[in-house]
């Protein structure tokens, strides 16, 4: 501000200095002119400040107080402001000198210092122009996040991160607002703004955490703004958060640390909670399935801490349950959504990738607890779903396994799937999900007594899969179903070529119809 205020002292000294004697009048006239300067230069100076004033209350109403700091400090305000005071002031002072010559003329000294003052008036005219332009621009959005910005960057950079994350804060409040004003560009710059501080930040890592609790609370400002994008439905805005947010999310699993990735898991699964169920935004919904699995998997390929990776991918999975199980209950054709995008293909990258880094071992502690997360899911359609529902998850079982028919091993887990996901629909008496399940899988793979085992050591880990009664029934039915069926696949690989000898008016049990006849025994009249 030093170097604005000397700035106008030497403007107006080398213009009192240098300008020549232009002014013509008499003492009238010269009189007339400075107090018109004065009265001018006073009228504009105080018109033009009180009207950058309710610009700025309106600028600060609709994104940020911060705005009033920023014109407070704006630099410009002293030079502008001691130039037109100076001026005025010279403008009197000249005014009170005066003195009229014998002829009604004044001094040549007088005339010159009237000239300085038509100078300085035409000075303090373009000057105005440009202090006004540079207020406008001040109260620009972008300018006012770029400047918070430097501020951020600043007290990180000493070390003041509690003010750092004020800085944050103060963004997002200028996020929220945008959102709500419906201004989507100014709402996307605040979006990448925060993106770059997380980015640029320094990360956490598998040895050193010390710093997740500073990734935590910029995160927490992110799903902050996404609650108010998504429910104003600025689709732009609530997109940039999520692919944000799950680029954030890879750079912390490459990075090493889980734990912060978690956090990203974590979010997601609060947006969808408090935001999106029930909404009908199930295209929202579905790129935060994607991401979380698509983080999962990056955890899968990148960890080399075993145990982690098993926390992480089973953590993450039980998100996807909690967002299923929400769908289903929220919204409409919510169990068609389950199906087709948390039960079926996308959970199949999931576990092939499992199998391609750890090779096809089996029993896999990771694929054990996966799995009975995964048919707790499941169980849900069978209630509630329909057919095609099953026919989905089928589906992508089918296209994982037929590529490694022949390689036994690798298919295991995967027969290990389909025996759970056929005895839990038998035991929830749901014999068309059954039907189609082994259709599924039983026309192509033979019945492997290995599986059975495996299942009947682990019943005491799978029993509250059936509400903790015994399975050995309900798998024992399958095994028998699976091997009548691949049997009458072998006999009829194209199905069977006579027609169906049913009837129209076929019934299974025609005795429970006797009431419709008056107690008459139906068989009288219906074809048994």
Known sequence: ?????????????????????????????????????????????????????????????????????????????????????????????????????????????????????????????????????????????????????????????????????????????????????????????????????????????????????????????????????????????????????????????????????????????????????????????????????????????????KEAVHEFVITAFQHLKHIGRHVIKSEMYGHTFVAQQIVSSAFGRLLSTIIEIDGPIFPHPLIYALFDEYVQLIKLLVLHGDIKDMIAVTTWMREEMLPHREETEQIRPYLYLFMLLASTALYLQNKPAVTVIIRAIGKYFEPNREILNALLENRLEIRPLYEYLEPERYLFEIFALWQGYSMYARQYPDGPQQAYQGHPTFLHNADEWTDLFDGIPPGEFLES
């Not at 003010?163 to 929220?176: F, M, P, T, W």
């Not at 996307?188 to 500073?214: F, G, S």
Request: aromatic share 10%.
């Open 1 to 305: 501000m030093g170097i604005h205020l000397m700035f106008s002292w030497v403007l107006i000294g080398l213009v009192l200095v240098f300008t020549p004697p232009i002014f013509d009048g008499d003492a009238e006239t010269a009189r007339n002119y400075l107090n018109t300067i004065a009265q001018i230069l006073a009228t504009i100076f105080t018109l033009s400040i009180s009207i950058v004033m309710v610009a700025i209350q309106m600028t600060a109403s609709k994104y940020s107080h911060r705005i009033l700091d920023f014109y407070v400090r704006f630099p410009y305000n002293v030079s502008l402001f001691s130039f037109y005071l100076l001026t005025i002031f010279h403008s009197i002072y000249m005014l009170s000198k005066m003195r009229e010559l014998e002829n009604g003329l004044v001094s040549k000294e007088m005339d010159k210092w009237i000239s300085s003052d038509l100078v300085l008036l035409i000075i303090g005219f373009l000057w105005l122009l440009i202090y006004m332009y540079a207020v406008m621009k001040l109260m620009k959005p972008e300018t006012i996040i770029s400047t918070i910005e430097k501020e951020y960057v600043a007290a990180y950079n000493r070390g003041d991160y509690r003010d750092a994350l004020d800085k944050i804060e103060q963004i997002a409040d200028i996020g929220k607002r945008s959102v709500n004003d419906m201004d989507t560009m100014t709402a996307i710059r605040c979006v990448r703004n925060i993106a770059d501080m997380l980015h640029n930040t320094r990360l956490p890592t598998h040895e050193q955490d010390k710093v997740l609790w500073y990734h935590e609370r910029i995160v927490r400002q992110l799903r902050g703004l996404a609650s108010i994008s998504f429910k104003q439905r600025e689709t732009a805005v609530s997109s940039a958060i999520l692919q944000e947010m799950f680029e954030m999310g890879l750079k912390y699993v490459d990075s090493g640390s889980l734990k912060a990735a978690g956090v990203i898991i974590e979010g997601y699964s609060l947006i969808v909670m408090n935001s999106l169920i029930g909404q009908q935004q199930l295209n929202m919904i579905e790129k935060v399935v994607d991401h979380i699995y698509d983080i999962s998997i990056r955890v899968v390929r990148k960890s080399a801490d």
